[in-house]
């Protein structure tokens, strides 16, 4: 069976109302979705089912061998700005994004790694698998990263990312958003969520944004237009803060 947009947007209205109704009746405010979200299609096939398997002995540091490098050089002084990376200027809106890491208390979390990725102005990542006819941008690889400064802050420049279709069923359209990930002292710490975009078309026909079921959790998501941030006659600005815990938290992928 062929699923459309209408059959997932009964099953988003259901899941809402069933979050609605249990919150009403005083069960506690959700700031993550569950694992098992059904119309998020691909969610519901790979979640873990089976509890996590423990690394014991030899060196902790050990499990760390066989993940992610951030290449052969330290952090540069244009890894945050995705405009200048290559030879010539990408095509697409500019945009200036910033905001602050920051824990459960408001304090800022100082130097720590942020990296994003993102599709091009046309929806389309600089990635293999990324096929759908859409072009691609040889002055725009869509990565970047940072360190958040004294204050907790970061500052991106980048080109505001398209939507673009996807497999979880019939006309399935993702809002404009960018992925961030956040690391802590070692890579397993790593946090990965995703900023959208103010007032975006597509935000209720999204599964994936929909299964923040909580209203304000999904709201704080969204990153705010700053036009302080904006920079005249280059670009637009965006705030966006990253708060850890708490329930303030931003929402990450994994879930807690």
């Known amino acids: 069976m062929t699923l459309t947009q209408s059959d997932i947007d009964v099953e988003i209205n259901d899941a809402q109302n069933a979050y609605d109704k249990a919150v009403a009746g005083g069960a506690p405010v959700q700031h993550h979705p569950p694992r098992d979200y059904a119309p998020y299609r691909s969610s519901v096939l790979r979640y873990p089912k089976q509890p996590l398997v423990a690394v014991s002995g030899g060196d902790p540091e050990t499990v760390e061998l066989s993940g992610p490098v951030f290449g052969p050089t330290d952090i540069t002084e244009i890894d945050n700005d995705l405009t200048v990376q290559h030879q010539g200027e990408p095509l697409g809106e500019r945009i200036t994004v910033s905001g602050r890491l920051l824990d459960r208390d408001g304090r800022p979390v100082r130097g720590q790694l942020i990296e994003l990725w993102q599709a091009n102005a046309s929806g389309r990542y600089a990635h293999l698998r990324d096929q759908h006819p859409a072009p691609l941008d040889p002055n725009f690889t869509g990565v970047g990263r940072t360190l958040t400064d004294d204050q907790g802050r970061y500052v991106f420049r980048t080109i ?38 103010p007032n975006d078309p597509l935000f209720p026909y999204d599964p994936i944004l929909r299964s923040v079921t909580d209203e304000s959790a999904r709201d704080r998501l969204v990153a705010e237009y700053q036009h302080d941030l904006s920079q005249p006659e280059f670009s637009l600005g965006y705030e966006w803060d990253i708060v850890l815990d708490g329930p303030s938290a931003t929402w990450i992928e994994e879930g807690r």
């Open 160 to 197: 505001k990312p398209g939507a673009y279709p996807w497999r979880n069923h019939t006309n399935a359209w993702r809002p404009a958003h960018i992925h961030f990930s956040v690391f802590g002292t070692a890579f397993t710490q790593r946090l990965v969520t995703q900023m959208y975009f």
